[in-house]
């Protein structure tokens, strides 16, 4: 059964920095694509950030040149390392397979919020 556990969200100001943390159960993730998506308050779910199982990324136009996704494959791990944040980054971060995330797989997110 596949379970993924995000992680390492939380309360910063405007330009502050972040690191998120996915850990999957699981033989999936090696092999497969993997993203991470944004809900924002009263908004729906958006893709943020997706990368290969090679390692090759693409980023949403709003978070490119702040945010990197990285991933360990040996450990199960994705990452997502957020800079310069600004509030409209705020909001409930998961990872999910890509394309088309499982519905089975989503987990209870992080919460991250921007605010002064």
């Known amino acids: 059964q596949v379970q993924l556990v995000e992680s390492g969200g939380g309360l910063v100001q405007p330009g502050g920095s972040l690191r998120l943390t996915c850990a999957a159960s699981g033989r999936f993730f090696s092999r497969t694509v993997m993203g991470w998506y944004r809900q924002a308050p009263e908004k729906q779910r958006d893709l943020v950030a997706v990368i290969s199982s090679g390692g090759v990324t693409t980023y949403a136009d709003s978070v490119k040149g702040r945010f990197t996704i990285s991933r360990d494959n040996a450990n199960n791990i994705l990452y997502l390392r957020m800079n310069s944040l600004k509030p409209e980054d705020t909001g409930v971060y998961y990872c999910?397979?890509?394309?088309?995330?499982?519905?089975?797989?989503w987990g209870q997110g992080t919460q991250v919020t921007v605010s002064s």
């Open positions: 999910n397979t890509y394309p088309g995330p499982r519905e089975d797989y």
